[in-house]
């Protein structure tokens, strides 16, 4: 602390004023609330009524003192706080200098918003995360743990731990750190013979994992070193597997192959299943039950949505919940895993595992990219999710059309477009 009283840091004169602003609203309080000093205020009070040319009498120059006293120490202890204040922010936070009201108001604001819980993974949820940390810090994003990516699976495999990389995607995402931060936890080496390939943001998680002792510690951790904006959970503390039974009789383990099953196999997924089953984890079933809003969605279907919702005690607590669900149905179709689905499609898979009248808003796109992004895409295998009116009349369900496509070259949503479109359901 007697570091700060060092010669140069200019920050010594502004403690100065908070310490004498205090001394000043401290002897207001004595005199307009206390008889020690009545003696010496009465003094005083006679000389500056004479100096102000007010009213002979003890009462009003004691209430010209007090007046004096109150403002001189508020005006003091504002001007020693905002001071201070900017001198911690530029000097931590430099690419928020200037702006310390600002903040302080939008986090007090953001604090007091709506409870939103978000279940999903991949990029669909990083882009929603983004938008939604402007409108609100109550944001807790449950995250799926059946990620089998080639490097999720080394960390699983290696280390024992749930795969990091949706969990750092949605830690990435609702960060203040900055975007430097962003940028270095998302680095992917591409070269080495050990570490290519790796994801930074992946080992860090991995590391804190080993160093608190437990998975659900290590991203917490995480999140807290990184700033973000609510939380990050795992839906479940145990490994599974993600599983489909096809159509066609025959049985697909792990998640890539269920992602491109349509390609791959010829076929349509006729039941998805866990293996072994696992249960919710607490904290994210409590999130779920005091929510005032739960959104599913954006992402993919089978390996990133409906995962969370095949986890026992997910869906009990989705419906027993008074929040109100929503889910945002994709923009574009995922090859090999949606192919040919249109908004109906989508909506019919979710409700199939979460139950019947249990959604109260589905949120569509209703705007159009240029021709030359979609040729784009098609050629890729992707196709624009169609939406007829009426479609979802008998899901009982209140649909949201709404333009929610970025201008970019990717064809997804747009962070603040969605995000105002969900916050406006509460």
Request: charged letters at 25%; proline letters at 4%; aromatic letters at 8%.
């Amino acid at each position: 602390m007697l570091r700060f009283l060092r010669p140069g840091i200019h920050v010594k004169r502004w403690v100065l004023s908070i310490i004498f602003g205090i001394f000043l609203l401290l002897l207001f309080f004595v005199m307009a609330f206390g008889d020690e000093l009545q003696f010496l205020f009465s003094i005083i009070g006679r000389q500056l009524s004479t100096l102000f040319q007010l009213t002979p009498g003890q009462y009003g120059g004691k209430l010209v003192i007090e007046i004096v006293l109150f403002l001189a120490g508020l005006v003091l202890l504002i001007l020693g706080f905002t001071r201070v204040g900017n001198f911690l922010v530029d000097a931590v936070v430099p690419e928020k200098k200037g702006r310390i009201a600002s903040l302080l108001f939008k986090r007090m604001d953001q604090s007091h918003a709506p409870s939103v819980v978000v279940l999903g993974g991949g990029s669909g949820l990083n882009s929603l995360l983004r938008g939604l940390k402007k409108h609100t810090s109550n944001i807790t994003s449950i995250v799926s743990v059946a990620d089998e990516g080639s490097h999720s699976r080394k960390i699983r495999n290696e280390f024992g731990l749930l795969p990091p990389g949706d969990i750092r995607n949605c830690i990435v995402a609702l960060s203040d750190s900055g975007p430097l931060m962003a940028k270095l936890l998302e680095y992917r080496f591409s070269e080495g013979k050990e570490l290519k390939g790796h994801n930074i943001g992946n080992l860090l998680i991995t590391a804190l994992s080993r160093i608190t002792g437990s998975f659900e510690k290590g991203v917490e951790e995480t999140g807290k070193i990184l700033a973000i904006r609510g939380r990050v959970l795992p839906v479940s503390l145990g490994t599974t597997h993600l599983c489909a039974e096809l159509d066609n009789g025959k049985v697909i383990r792990e998640e890539p192959n269920v992602e491109v099953h349509k390609t791959k196999y010829k076929a349509e997924v006729k039941r998805l299943f866990l293996d072994p089953q696992v249960h919710g984890y607490k904290p994210s079933l409590d999130a779920i039950r005091q929510a005032d809003i739960i959104v599913i969605g954006p992402g993919s279907v089978y390996t990133s949505i409906l995962p969370n919702l095949l986890v026992k005690g997910i869906p009990e607590a989705i419906v027993s919940s008074k929040a109100k669900k929503v889910y945002v149905c994709n923009v574009m179709t995922q090859p090999g895993e949606t192919d040919g689905y249109d908004t109906e499609a989508h909506v019919r898979r979710v409700v199939h595992y979460l139950g019947n009248s249990v959604l109260d808003y589905v949120i569509v796109n209703s705007e159009r990219a240029p021709e030359q992004l979609y040729q784009k895409y098609k050629e890729e295998g992707a196709t624009r999710v169609k939406y007829e009116e009426g479609s979802l009349d008998k899901y009982d369900v209140q649909v949201v059309s709404a333009p929610l496509m970025t201008k970019e070259d990717l064809l997804r949503h747009d962070p603040e477009k969605l995000a105002k479109a969900i916050m406006r359901l509460v």
